[in-house]
């Protein structure tokens, strides 16, 4: 004997099962997408070097740790994010390289807040376009309280090719590239560091 509850009931199973189906099998390919934009980016070299983007920035003299990472932009198209932690301890006595030249308040606005810093980051930014062609995006500072992180500005392109040309031959010569944008007495620095503390240089001048 038919019964109109028992196909709802058979029927509801049915759609449940494939609506289950259909997000997982969502989730696989847009996982499996991520992966692959990864790959496509750590697989290949920047520009005419023969050198792969993630034996260059791998775990070297320069990076104590790594993280690849995979996130979109405004437009929905994909970015791949490399995050290398690099010497807070070194960032800042390149930083602070110039101090005899700081004004005295520059001076202790600089021991008060280097205190705060506990880590520092180097991150770039590789859009991938929808043809699955990529390029080297924003590159940024980061410093590390216990509670958060402060990025810097983006750097401009002449210190973007630095940065790359330094990563590529694993040079310290990476810090003086980018210390002044952890020295107080620069515009970029001193941002940084209220980013970090909310102590603003200005108001102590």
């Not at 990529?134 to 750097?155: C, E, M, N, R």
Request: aromatic share 12%; charged share 25%.
């Amino acid at each position: 004997m038919f019964s109109w509850r028992t196909y709802v009931i058979k029927e509801f199973k049915h759609l449940f099962t494939a609506v289950i189906i259909g997000l997982l099998l969502c989730s696989f390919l847009s996982n499996g997408c991520k992966r692959n934009d990864i790959a496509l980016v750590t697989r290949s070299p920047i520009g005419n070097r023969e050198t792969t983007i993630e034996k260059a920035f791998n775990k070297d003299s320069i990076f104590l740790s790594t993280v690849w990472s995979q996130t979109e932009d405004k437009n929905r198209n994909s970015v791949v994010l490399f995050t290398g932690e690099i010497s807070k301890d070194k960032l800042l006595e390149n930083a602070a390289k110039d101090s005899a030249n700081w004004l005295r308040v520059e001076r202790g606005y600089f021991e008060s807040v280097k205190e705060s810093v506990k880590r520092a980051y180097i991150r770039v930014s590789f859009p991938i376009a929808p043809d699955k062609t990529f390029k080297v995006g924003d590159i940024t500072l980061g410093i590390s309280s216990q509670t958060h992180t402060a990025w810097s500005p983006v750097f401009n392109t002449k210190e973007k090719e630095l940065v790359i040309e330094e990563i590529y031959k694993h040079s310290q010569t990476l810090y003086e590239v980018i210390s002044h944008y952890a020295d107080p007495s620069k515009r970029e620095g001193s941002g940084l560091y209220f980013r970090l503390t909310g102590i603003d240089l200005r108001k102590l001048i």
